[in-house]
């Protein structure tokens, strides 16, 4: 019999059918994974099914283990071992493992708590879920992957039965990744069924049993292992053939564009670590360049603090933009040099998500729809529209909050933002992340535009395959230095991550300290 | 489902400032109401009474213009009281004791407010220490220097030419007397102006694809707009005019609304409270904005600082006690953002009028102090209820 049924889920929120009858069948013991484009319905899917939208504001019928499931809350699905773990992690920081394990589920007696049963039930937690850390260790000291793992084992303590999993690799670097797949692995052969939401098909691949792929709110198929290619999926999600993951391109790169020499830059906070070391590159007109490395290789601290020294202390190094030196000393003055750095976070570092996606639009370049400092809202909204019809923001209306755009549509805004101050390099710092994959396509088409047009773009990526598929160049990052470069045709994931790998072992053998 | 589409369309856009005014418009029918079945009936609407309200809020009113800014850019300055009270205090000294003319001393005390709002807003803005201790610090230290400067004991009185700051009204330059010919032309003009602004923003909300409200609640509003300003403006006609402090009043609202809607700055402050890294990352100067915007309080605050002394015609010690709380809670019922990024001039405004017409009425009805004080808290938490719930839908 089958752990989960749901069948005919409609919901609808004003003036929107975000579900419509959607059926969802998951066996027990089973992963089961749903893919759909950012907007099919599958945060509200998953929503439905952990009581966040308790049972009556929605139709249809979820049977869970047979009986007919009515959750009014999410503790009445956690008590039934229905757990979710959402994409934003749900940890406190600056409280201890162990704190944060039993959080509003506290191992106490009359409310008091005994802290001695709390470290030694969340050692054995840790340790099913591989983590070697204390349990008194800070969760705000740990990395992302190691917060997911917590996340899990949090789960675990609470005899989860149905553990849903929210895109829970789109933070991760890829080895944190593959042990995260390995542990969801591991939980299944000890029985928990998991149902897996994800855009990375190559993972589906790996540990899915089962694909339900959901589409504008409604089911389009269910497929089993066998059936399961990547083509069919990304097929089936967005609607359409995509003959091709990447966009055709032909590459003429031209004149030297940007030229960084010997950039070093040292921690804002921790004094004597150097984050950068003396990395250099190129960017020829008309050139997509990449920059590969591992999370925390230094990529993001490198753009950010070439763009108006946004990150870090002590910067040295020589830049030239259109062969003179350029001067990045502030945010304005790496604009006025020709100069966009589309940030990888959108949400935090990108958009003013209150504010409509013209007043977004216009942020950086406000003196080109003002008069001696009066705006021209006139301008400024035909500015917004420009951009809205060349880069296909899908919105009703440029007066639209950018809160209320998808991922793909918000970081269309964000780089309309940056095209408004017409830029001659644009550094695009994860530019596709958390981007379903039909957004992807069009982000991608954007940027071959740009290059077409005569600028030079740098990406910074930690989807290999994404670099080897976009760029003419592709430099490697490791630990602050540039340790590597390969031209397209030379480029391949096993020559990235072998030149990240030899220069960990080169240091290793000279004893260098990390 | 278009029904519900316009309707919510302009709940999310309008309600708000509609609901300001007509809880404006309510406030005063209540009282006007009320003060007329009581044994005594008082008209509570009588020219007198118009007068005050702009006379006695007028301060409160130019505080909580540069408060909003502050707010807008995620801060709070909780010193205005003192400064106000301080500025006065050197606006009385340099008048009383120096015998400078009163041409001379305005544009200095404006300039010691700007000073003392550098330096608040240098320790915010650069040292990134919170406003909250920043500006309660200053509280302290100004209401501090205000009982030193005075050496505890009232300056005063002052000159005509000063104290006409905030008890003069404005000249008839068309001779007619009564009722008064300049300010019947002033208002009349201000209606006119008003409509046609009204209607030229409709014009452009539609031209830029922003949901116009529907026309008959812009009708009714832009009626009831225009026939309390033409009330206000007949009943200060036929007493003495347009008070000094109604035209400062007027002209800094005209000027700040300018300001944070149409212009480079301002719009720039606004992106600022909304997210901070996200404007610093496009080019703007942050810290320079939020320094800019304590300056500006500190100026304010200097004004209303001499306005309250030429109307009290008295420096006093404990003068300016409790103005911070009035200017952050009109700001807050004008329907500003507690984090920063959102609020208008003009509900602003509308907000520090509705607790002076409460101020004015409770006191006419003989309400205590104490009853004054926990309905007007009552009304800041309904106001910013009514916010956060009108959000969350």
Same mark, same amino acid.
Request: aromatic share 6%; charged share 20%.
């Given at each position: 019999?089958? #752990? $989960? !049924?749901? &069948?005919? %889920?409609?919901?609808?929120?004003?003036?929107?059918?975000?579900?419509? /009858?959607?059926? *969802?069948?998951?066996?027990?013991?089973?992963?089961?994974?749903?893919?759909?484009?950012?907007?099919?319905?599958?945060?509200?899917?998953?929503?439905?099914?952990?009581?966040?939208?308790?049972?009556?504001?929605?139709?249809?019928?979820?049977?869970?283990?047979?009986? #007919? $499931? !009515?959750? &009014?809350? %999410?503790?009445?699905?956690?008590?039934?071992?229905?757990?979710?773990? /959402?994409?934003? *992690?749900?940890?406190?920081?600056?409280?201890?493992?162990?704190?944060?394990?039993?959080?509003?589920?506290?191992?106490?007696?009359?409310?008091?708590?005994?802290?001695?049963?709390?470290?030694?039930?969340?050692?054995?937690?840790?340790?099913?879920?591989g983590l070697a850390e204390?349990?008194?260790?800070?969760?705000?000291k740990l990395g992302?992957g190691k917060?997911?793992?917590?996340?899990?084992?949090?789960?675990?303590?609470?005899?989860?039965?149905?553990?849903?999993?929210?895109?829970?690799?789109?933070?991760l670097q890829e080895n944190d990744s593959q042990k995260?797949?390995?542990?969801?692995?591991?939980?299944?052969?000890?029985?928990?069924?998991?149902?897996?939401?994800?855009?990375?098909?190559?993972?589906?691949?790996?540990?899915?049993?089962?694909?339900?792929?959901?589409?504008?709110?409604?089911?389009?198929?269910?497929?089993?292992?066998?059936?399961?290619?990547?083509?069919?999926?990304?097929?089936?999600?967005?609607?359409?053939?995509?003959?091709?993951?990447?966009?055709?391109?032909?590459?003429?790169?031209?004149?030297?564009?940007?030229?960084?020499?010997?950039?070093t830059v040292w921690h804002?906070?921790q004094?004597g670590r150097k984050v950068i070391r003396g990395a250099?590159?190129?960017?020829?007109?008309?050139?997509?360049?990449?920059i590969a490395g591992l999370m925390g290789s230094g990529r993001?601290e490198l753009?950010?603090?070439?763009?108006?020294?946004?990150?870090?202390?002590?910067?040295?190094?020589?830049?030239?933009?259109?062969?003179?030196?350029?001067?990045?000393?502030?945010?304005?003055?790496?604009?006025?040099?020709?100069?966009?750095?589309?940030?990888?976070?959108?949400?935090?570092?990108?958009?003013?998500?209150?504010?409509?996606?013209?007043?977004?639009?216009?942020?950086?370049?406000?003196?080109?729809?003002?008069?001696?400092?009066?705006?021209?809202?006139?301008?400024?909204?035909?500015?917004?529209?420009?951009?809205?019809?060349?880069?296909?923001?899908?919105?009703?209306?440029?007066?639209?909050?950018?809160?209320?755009?998808?991922?793909?549509?918000?970081?269309?805004?964000?780089?309309?933002?940056?095209?408004?101050?017409?830029?001659?390099?644009?550094?695009?710092?994860?530019?596709?992340?958390?981007?379903?994959?039909?957004?992807?396509?069009?982000?991608?088409?954007?940027?071959?535009?740009?290059?077409?047009?005569?600028?030079?773009?740098?990406?910074?990526?930690s989807?290999m395959?994404?670099?080897?598929?976009?760029?003419?160049?592709?430099y490697v990052m490791n630990e602050g230095r540039i340790v590597g470069e390969l031209?397209?045709?030379?480029?391949s994931q096993e020559r990235i991550m072998a030149m990240i790998i030899r220069d960990n072992d080169s240091k290793a053998g000279k004893g260098e300290a990390a | 489902?278009?029904?519900?589409?316009?309707?919510?369309?302009?709940?999310?856009?309008?309600?708000?400032?509609?609901?300001?005014?007509?809880?404006?418009?309510?406030?005063?029918?209540?009282?006007?109401?009320?003060?007329?079945?009581?044994?005594?009936?008082?008209?509570?609407?009588?020219?007198?009474?118009?007068?005050?309200?702009?006379?006695?809020?007028?301060?409160?009113?130019?505080?909580?213009?540069?408060?909003?800014?502050?707010?807008?850019?995620?801060?709070?300055?909780?010193?205005?009281?003192?400064?106000?009270?301080?500025?006065?205090?050197?606006?009385?000294?340099?008048?009383?004791?120096?015998?400078?003319?009163?041409?001379?001393?305005?544009?200095?005390?404006?300039?010691?407010?700007?000073?003392?709002?550098?330096?608040?807003?240098?320790?915010?803005?650069?040292?990134?220490?919170?406003?909250?201790?920043?500006?309660?610090?200053?509280?302290?230290?100004?209401?501090?220097?205000?009982?030193?400067?005075?050496?505890?004991?009232?300056?005063?009185?002052?000159?005509?030419?000063?104290?006409?700051?905030?008890?003069?009204?404005?000249?008839?330059?068309?001779?007619?007397?009564?009722?008064?010919?300049?300010?019947?032309?002033?208002?009349?003009?201000?209606?006119?102006?008003?409509?046609?602004?009204?209607?030229?923003?409709?014009?452009?909300?539609?031209?830029?694809?922003?949901?116009?409200?529907?026309?008959?609640?812009?009708?009714?509003?832009?009626?009831?707009?225009?026939?309390?300003?033409?009330?206000?403006?007949?009943?200060?006609?036929?007493?003495?005019?347009?008070?000094?402090?109604?035209?400062?009043?007027?002209?800094?609202?005209?000027?700040?609304?300018?300001?944070?809607?149409?212009?480079?700055?301002?719009?720039?402050?606004?992106?600022?409270?909304?997210?901070?890294?996200?404007?610093?990352?496009?080019?703007?100067?942050?810290?320079?904005?939020?320094?800019?915007?304590?300056?500006?309080?500190?100026?304010?605050?200097?004004?209303?600082?001499?306005?309250?002394?030429?109307?009290?015609?008295?420096?006093?010690?404990?003068?300016?006690?409790?103005?911070?709380?009035?200017?952050?809670?009109?700001?807050?019922?004008?329907?500003?953002?507690?984090?920063?990024?959102?609020?208008?001039?003009?509900?602003?405004?509308?907000?520090?009028?509705?607790?002076?017409?409460?101020?004015?009425?409770?006191?006419?009805?003989?309400?205590?102090?104490?009853?004054?004080?926990?309905?007007?808290?009552?009304?800041?938490?309904?106001?910013?209820?009514?916010?956060?719930?009108?959000?969350?839908?």
């Amino acid at each position: 019999m089958s #752990l $989960l !049924e749901m &069948r005919g %889920i409609s919901k609808v929120f004003p003036g929107v059918r975000a579900l419509d /009858h959607v059926n *969802l069948v998951v066996e027990a013991g089973e992963i089961h994974a749903i893919c759909g484009e950012n907007g099919a319905g599958k945060s509200t899917l998953m929503k439905v099914l952990s009581g966040v939208y308790p049972a009556g504001s929605y139709e249809g019928e979820i049977f869970y283990d047979g009986v #007919l $499931l !009515e959750n &009014r809350s %999410i503790r009445d699905s956690e008590g039934k071992g229905i757990i979710i773990i /959402h994409q934003e *992690l749900a940890l406190v920081p600056l409280l201890s493992i162990a704190e944060n394990m039993f959080l509003g589920n506290e191992v106490a007696r009359h409310g008091v708590i005994s802290w001695p049963e709390a470290f030694r039930r969340t050692g054995e937690l840790l340790a099913m879920v591989g983590l070697a850390e204390a349990p008194g260790t800070p969760v705000g000291k740990l990395g992302v992957g190691k917060q997911q793992l917590i996340e899990i084992a949090k789960a675990l303590a609470k005899n989860v039965r149905l553990l849903i999993l929210d895109e829970p690799t789109a933070a991760l670097q890829e080895n944190d990744s593959q042990k995260l797949l390995d542990l969801m692995l591991e939980l299944k052969a000890q029985g928990v069924t998991q149902i897996l939401i994800s855009h990375k098909l190559n993972e589906i691949r790996r540990v899915a049993d089962r694909v339900t792929v959901i589409r504008d709110g409604a089911t389009v198929s269910t497929m089993d292992k066998a059936e399961i290619t990547e083509d069919r999926i990304i097929r089936e999600m967005v609607g359409r053939d995509m003959a091709h993951r990447y966009p055709d391109r032909i590459s003429t790169p031209g004149d030297m564009l940007m030229e960084v020499r010997d950039w070093t830059v040292w921690h804002p906070e921790q004094a004597g670590r150097k984050v950068i070391r003396g990395a250099g590159f190129t960017v020829r007109r008309g050139e997509i360049v990449g920059i590969a490395g591992l999370m925390g290789s230094g990529r993001t601290e490198l753009a950010m603090s070439l763009f108006g020294q946004s990150y870090g202390r002590d910067i040295s190094g020589e830049v030239g933009i259109g062969g003179v030196p350029a001067d990045l000393s502030t945010v304005t003055k790496a604009v006025a040099a020709g100069l966009a750095y589309v940030t990888e976070d959108r949400k935090a570092l990108g958009l003013i998500l209150e504010e409509p996606i013209v007043k977004n639009i216009s942020l950086a370049n406000l003196p080109g729809v003002s008069e001696h400092g009066v705006l021209d809202k006139r301008r400024e909204a035909a500015v917004a529209e420009k951009y809205r019809k060349a880069l296909a923001i899908r919105t009703p209306s440029v007066q639209q909050r950018v809160m209320n755009l998808s991922g793909g549509n918000q970081q269309k805004v964000v780089l309309s933002k940056w095209l408004f101050t017409d830029p001659q390099v644009l550094i695009l710092d994860e530019p596709t992340r958390g981007i379903d994959v039909g957004a992807k396509y069009e982000i991608y088409t954007i940027m071959n535009d740009l290059a077409a047009q005569g600028r030079g773009v740098v990406m910074i990526s930690s989807e290999m395959p994404e670099l080897l598929g976009m760029c003419d160049r592709i430099y490697v990052m490791n630990e602050g230095r540039i340790v590597g470069e390969l031209a397209r045709a030379e480029a391949s994931q096993e020559r990235i991550m072998a030149m990240i790998i030899r220069d960990n072992d080169s240091k290793a053998g000279k004893g260098e300290a990390a | 489902m278009a029904q519900t589409k316009g309707i919510g369309a302009h709940f999310g856009g309008h309600l708000r400032e509609n609901g300001m005014l007509v809880a404006l418009v309510a406030i005063v029918a209540f009282f006007t109401v009320l003060l007329q079945f009581q044994p005594q009936p008082v008209n509570f609407l009588q020219p007198l009474n118009i007068t005050n309200i702009f006379l006695q809020n007028g301060h409160v009113i130019i505080l909580a213009l540069g408060m909003l800014l502050v707010i807008v850019s995620g801060h709070i300055d909780l010193s205005v009281g003192s400064v106000a009270a301080f500025t006065g205090a050197c606006a009385a000294w340099m008048t009383v004791s120096l015998g400078l003319p009163f041409w001379l001393v305005i544009p200095l005390t404006l300039v010691v407010g700007g000073v003392i709002g550098a330096i608040q807003g240098y320790w915010v803005a650069y040292w990134r220490i919170p406003s909250f201790i920043v500006t309660l610090a200053g509280m302290m230290v100004f209401r501090g220097a205000t009982m030193w400067m005075l050496g505890n004991q009232n300056i005063g009185p002052f000159p005509k030419g000063f104290q006409a700051m905030s008890n003069g009204f404005i000249p008839d330059l068309t001779g007619i007397g009564r009722p008064h010919g300049l300010t019947l032309i002033l208002i009349a003009a201000a209606i006119l102006l008003q409509v046609w602004l009204g209607l030229r923003a409709r014009a452009r909300d539609a031209e830029f694809g922003i949901e116009p409200e529907p026309m008959g609640v812009f009708a009714a509003r832009t009626l009831i707009v225009a026939a309390a300003t033409g009330f206000v403006g007949w009943q200060l006609a036929s007493f003495r005019g347009l008070p000094n402090v109604l035209v400062v009043l007027v002209v800094l609202t005209v000027l700040y609304a300018f300001f944070t809607e149409n212009t480079v700055t301002g719009r720039r402050i606004y992106a600022l409270g909304g997210n901070e890294k996200a404007a610093k990352l496009s080019g703007i100067n942050t810290d320079r904005l939020v320094f800019l915007c304590f300056v500006n309080m500190g100026v304010l605050a200097a004004l209303a600082g001499m306005i309250v002394t030429a109307r009290l015609n008295s420096a006093t010690p404990k003068a300016g006690t409790g103005f911070e709380l009035d200017a952050i809670a009109s700001v807050f019922i004008g329907g500003a953002s507690m984090t920063g990024g959102s609020g208008r001039i003009i509900g602003v405004v509308v907000g520090a009028l509705i607790m002076g017409v409460m101020n004015m009425g409770m006191s006419m009805m003989g309400v205590g102090v104490d009853y004054q004080f926990m309905i007007k808290g009552l009304v800041l938490l309904i106001a910013v209820i009514f916010d956060v719930y009108n959000k969350s839908k």
